[in-house]
């Protein structure tokens, strides 16, 4: 299994970003996808979950309604659309995928929203 996270930057408050989340090893459409966010000093909380087909999706509170997650099954990759960001939205980014009892992670890509 490798996944690889990609898309991160430095942007102002406001600005948009888009996170991809490349994975392989494994059959794709079998499996749900997370992305996660880990702030300095704080634990890594879930920010969005899409299903194995994409038909569902759910979010954590703080990003409802700015970020969307979506998958190209086609591609074996998940994105994450973020708008709208803020400060808080500053941390490392994370895509999972669990299987048989094992979490699967990427390396995270950094996100930092600063004026």
């Known amino acids: 299994v490798r996944i690889v996270e990609s898309g991160g930057g430095l942007v102002q408050p406001g600005a948009s970003l888009r996170l991809s989340c490349a994975a392989s090893g494994f059959t794709f459409t079998s499996y749900h996808i997370k992305w996660y966010r880990q702030a300095v000093g704080k634990e890594r909380e879930l920010v969005a979950l899409i299903t194995k087909d994409g038909s569902n999706t759910t979010y954590a509170d703080s990003v409802k309604g700015r970020f969307t997650i979506s998958r190209d099954n086609a591609k074996n990759t998940v994105y994450l659309q973020m708008n709208s960001l803020e400060p808080e939205d500053t941390g490392i980014f994370f895509c999972?995928?669990?299987?048989?009892?094992?979490?699967?992670w990427g390396q995270g890509t950094q996100v930092t929203v600063s004026l």
């Open positions: 999972n995928t669990w299987q048989s009892g094992t979490g699967y």
